[in-house]
């Protein structure tokens, strides 16, 4: 089965760039999606499709894929960007399967 | 708006069947663009998709749990169901639905997810 990489943990002062990974064989051919989950909420998605945004995500979070690594940039790091974000793809190979990344906790210094 | 809400037992014993379901508001289940789906998160670790399934009952399941996994449809209610059968403390988890779109394939509503103990 097809199985993503997040580093546990990343921190970043605010105002800063905040860059946190996926890695996956050839993740570069899949659509790669992003969640972003606060404490005790529902995850949310931040950018899906590689780089698409959904209506009411601030400019700020952007992402990329390319060769084994996916990466989702937030920009301009607020107190309120904390939170465990998810990298999710779905696994074609054999079926229709979704595989998601183990998280990785954002901190805001 | 788009609602979903899991409804079911908050706790299960050890070898039963767990049995959850997903109520949806605001929009139709039977909407051709959207799979309908499950992800869960045990205490304190990171999402596991379950499994998706399509109005018409078609499913995708995940393989780590096909063996005791079944998922349903209602499209007369508006919900969907999951059921896990002989269930350990390793499947104590927040359990959550959720609306994928069909194109872009994300989950892009969820549920508020319901904690679901397995003890004794």
């Known amino acids: 089965s097809y199985v993503l990489t997040q580093r546990p943990s990343v921190s970043v002062a605010p105002g800063q760039t905040a860059r946190i990974t996926c890695g996956g064989d050839n993740i570069g051919y899949k659509n790669v999606h992003w969640y972003q989950q606060k404490p005790g909420q529902a995850p949310v998605v931040v950018v899906y499709?590689?780089?698409g945004r959904p209506s009411g995500i601030p400019e700020r979070f952007s992402g990329s894929n390319s060769g084994n690594t996916a990466t989702l940039t937030i920009s301009r790091v607020e107190a309120g960007d904390e939170a465990d974000y998810y990298c999710?793809?779905?696994?074609?190979?054999?079926?229709?399967?979704?595989?998601f990344g183990g998280g990785t906790k954002l901190t805001v210094l | 708006q788009l609602q979903l809400q899991e409804s079911g037992p908050g706790l299960v014993k050890p070898s039963e069947t767990l049995s959850l379901t997903c109520t949806v508001s605001g929009g139709s289940i039977s909407n051709n663009n959207y799979y309908w789906g499950w992800v869960r998160q045990p205490p304190g670790k990171g999402l596991e998709w379950i499994g998706s399934?399509?109005?018409?009952?078609?499913?995708y399941l995940n393989p780590s749990l096909k063996s005791r996994l079944a998922m349903s449809v209602d499209t007369s209610r508006n919900q969907f169901s999951l059921s896990l059968s002989s269930v350990t403390a390793a499947d104590t988890a927040v359990y959550y639905c959720?609306?994928?779109?069909?194109?872009?394939?994300?989950?892009?509503?969820w549920g508020q997810g319901t904690l679901v103990t397995v003890s004794s």
């Open positions: 499709d590689d780089i």
């Open positions: 959720a609306r994928e779109v069909i194109t872009t394939d994300y989950f892009d509503s």
């Open positions: 399934i399509y109005y018409s009952g078609r499913t």
């Open positions: 999710q793809v779905w696994d074609g190979s054999g079926d229709h399967q979704g595989v």
